[in-house]
C-alpha cells in the first residue's frame, strides 16, 4: 500500500525559480529516499536522509526531514528545464519488510 | 557499473501469449524487484528476491512468474495477462534488503507492456 502523500500533485514554475515539494508519510521509518522519474522511464535515485537527519544536501537539493510531524520536503533550486519531471519520496519502515513504501508523486514542470 | 538493464523495452502481446521479460545488474546487489507502474501513479511493489530466494510476493496474479536463476539475473514471466495488465514493468535492485541496510534501489528504464 502506498503510505506517503505528496503535494502539491503537480507543480509549474519559471526556469531559474526554486522548487518546494513535501511529502507525509504515516509509520516510524529508518530513512526517507527522494527519486525522479523523467515521462515513461526508469527512477533515479536522488537521495537519501536517515531518521535521525534532519537535514541533507546535494548539489541544488536540499532535504528536511521532521520525524515528530512525519513529513519530509525536498527543495530544488535554481531550476531548470531538465529538471521537469515526476518527484516521488519513498519511505522505508523501521519495522517489518524493508521494502520502499512511495508516495503519490509530483509533476515538476519547470517554464523556459 | 551503476546500471539496471532490461528488455525489451516495448512489448505488445496477446491475451493467450506467453512472454518474458528480463532484468539484468551488475553491481552486485543481492535484492532484486519487480514493480508495476500505472501513468501518473507510483511504482508498485510486485515481488522482491533476496539472495535469490523469493522473499515478497505482494498477492500479485499467477498470471505473473517471477524468476531469478542467479544473482545478477531477475526474469518475470507473464501469460494469459487481460488488457488492464498494460503498464510499464520496472525492474530495480539493491544491495541488501535486510535491516540494517539502506535499500537504496537503482532502477531499470522499464519495459512497456501493451496487452490486446
Known amino acids: 500500500s502506498q503510505q506517503g502523500e505528496e503535494d502539491p500533485q503537480a507543480l509549474s514554475i519559471q526556469e531559474g525559480e526554486n522548487a518546494t515539494m513535501n511529502c507525509s508519510y504515516k509509520?516510524?521509518?529508518?530513512?526517507l529516499q527522494w527519486y525522479r522519474q523523467n515521462s515513461g522511464r526508469g527512477l533515479v535515485h536522488l537521495i537519501l536522509i536517515r531518521s535521525n537527519e534532519r537535514e541533507k544536501h546535494s548539489g541544488r537539493l536540499r532535504v528536511t526531514l521532521d520525524t515528530s510531524k512525519k513529513s519530509s520536503s525536498l527543495l530544488i533550486t535554481a531550476s531548470r528545464a531538465a529538471d521537469t519531471a515526476s518527484y516521488f519520496c519513498a519511505t522505508v519502515p523501521i519495522q517489518g519488510a524493508q521494502k520502499l513504501v512511495f508516495g503519490q508523486g509530483t509533476r515538476l514542470t519547470i517554464n523556459p | 557499473d551503476t546500471e539496471v538493464t532490461q528488455t525489451p523495452k516495448h512489448l505488445v502481446m496477446g491475451m493467450t501469449n506467453k512472454k518474458s521479460l528480463k532484468c539484468e545488474q551488475h553491481?552486485?546487489?543481492?535484492?532484486m524487484y519487480w514493480y508495476k507502474q500505472k501513468a501518473k501513479k507510483p511504482p508498485e511493489l510486485m515481488f522482491v528476491y533476496s539472495y535469490e530466494k523469493l522473499s515478497i510476493n505482494e498477492s500479485v496474479p499467477s498470471r505473473f512468474s517471477p524468476e531469478c536463476p542467479n544473482s545478477s539475473l531477475l526474469n518475470l514471466h507473464l501469460h494469459a495477462l487481460q488488457p488492464e495488465d498494460s503498464a510499464l514493468y520496472l525492474c530495480a535492485s539493491s544491495q541488501d534488503i535486510r535491516a540494517g541496510f539502506y535499500n537504496e534501489q537503482f532502477f531499470g528504464p522499464g519495459t512497456r507492456l501493451t496487452v490486446l
Open positions: 553491481m552486485g546487489h543481492r535484492a
Open positions: 509509520t516510524s521509518i529508518n530513512n
